[in-house]
């Protein structure tokens, strides 16, 4: 299919407003250029609004390639004294260092959704979906990478890695490899109990991760919060349902899904379906180097597409490894035949 008249005038125009944003203007947008550093943030602005989850986390602009990790929500005593002298205690954790690799993206439209888009005859409607196209897709894989990534490869491979497992290292490989013991295996849900160590219900299994894991001085953080997988989810809202007689119990497992042991239950896109983190939102954190990011937009008239591309030097780290604990497997027990 070739690309509509009214779709070249739009994207004419589009490019256009990428310099323009950027404040590059009278650059090629076709050719790689560096965005100035106060647009840098207000890209980051825009990946992170267009999911509801990921402008939730900490998203941090940092100077180095490498450095050590600061936790700024830090629950630790940061107040006393010191006879003959000053009491001070610093913020982060020493030995937990982040590391930056290059990461690059690309949203690429094809020629008949660009026709299909122009056909709307709004500019504006049609810059609106190309913007979308490109914050939406690159937030969503900021999550698949760090819920999921366990490596860095030199050459990634999307289709053996779907989910960006070997774009970087996630939250939970940087826990496990920094301080293990905050990450449990694997854990049973039994609600007969018949299973030895096994818990009846996901809020004795989050309780179990906030009271025995999580470090003494974050159990009353009042920012804590459950990340917990669908299935187990699913699996428990259909047990509750089952069980159910009275409203109550009907709505108990409606609000499943909201709040578990207390706290403000999540299930964010991508979160692996069997697992369960306690943590604080802004404790996951995706960090990117200043003055590293670039941009290109061009249409690939070989590939009969129009690429929109972000590269960075960008990485994860959590902020406090004593304020996150995880499950790494978590199984359903099968129901006995009866």
């Known amino acids: 299919m070739s690309l509509s008249n009214e779709a070249v ?10 310099a323009k944003s950027a404040a590059v203007e009278g650059v090629n947008v076709e050719n790689k250029f560096a965005i100035a550093p106060p647009i840098e943030t207000k890209l980051r602005q825009a990946i992170m609004e267009s999911d509801s989850f990921l402008k939730m986390i900490a998203m941090l602009s940092v100077d180095q390639i490498k450095g050590q990790v600061v936790d700024v929500g830090t629950g630790k005593l940061l107040t006393g ?3 003959g002298g000053r009491f001070r205690s610093a913020l982060g954790i020493g030995g937990n260092e982040y590391e930056l690799v290059e990461t690059d993206s690309c949203a690429a439209i094809t020629w008949e959704l660009l026709t299909q888009w122009a056909n709307s005859g709004n500019v504006g409607e049609f810059t609106k979906l190309m913007n979308s196209a490109m914050t939406r897709n690159f937030a969503l894989d900021i999550l698949k990478v760090g819920f999921n990534g ?9 289709a053996t890695n779907p989910l960006g497992q070997d774009v970087n290292k996630g939250w939970l490989k940087l826990v496990k490899e920094k301080k293990a013991e905050q990450v449990l295996a ?8 018949a299973t030895a160590g096994s818990y009846k219900n996901l809020d004795s299994l989050a309780n ?4 025995n894991v999580i470090h003494q001085v974050h159990q009353s953080s ?16 259909h047990r509750l349902l089952e069980a159910a007689d009275k409203p109550t119990e009907h709505e108990a497992a409606q609000k499943l899904s909201k709040s578990i042991a207390g706290m403000t239950a999540y299930t964010p896109p991508f979160f692996p379906a069997d697992q369960m983190w306690v943590t604080s939102l802004k404790n996951l954190q995706v960090l990117t180097q200043k003055g590293t990011q670039w941009r290109k937009a061009k249409n690939e008239e070989d590939r009969k597409q129009y690429e929109n591309s972000y590269l960075r030097m960008e990485g994860y ?8 604990a995880a499950i790494e497997s978590v199984t359903i027990a099968e129901e006995p035949v009866v």
């Not at 694997?186 to 109990?193: K, V």
């Open 9 to 18: 005038k739009f994207l004419q125009l589009y490019s256009q407003a990428v």
């Open 81 to 83: 004294r010191v006879s």
């Open 150 to 158: 366990t490596s860095i490869a030199d050459t990634t491979n999307p």
């Open 186 to 193: 694997s854990a049973i849900l039994d609600p007969t109990g």
């Open 208 to 211: 179990d991760l906030k009271r």
């Open 222 to 237: 009042p920012d804590l919060v459950v990340i917990v997988g669908s299935d187990l989810v699913t699996a428990e809202q």
């Open 317 to 324: 780290a959590v902020g406090d490894l004593d304020k996150f």
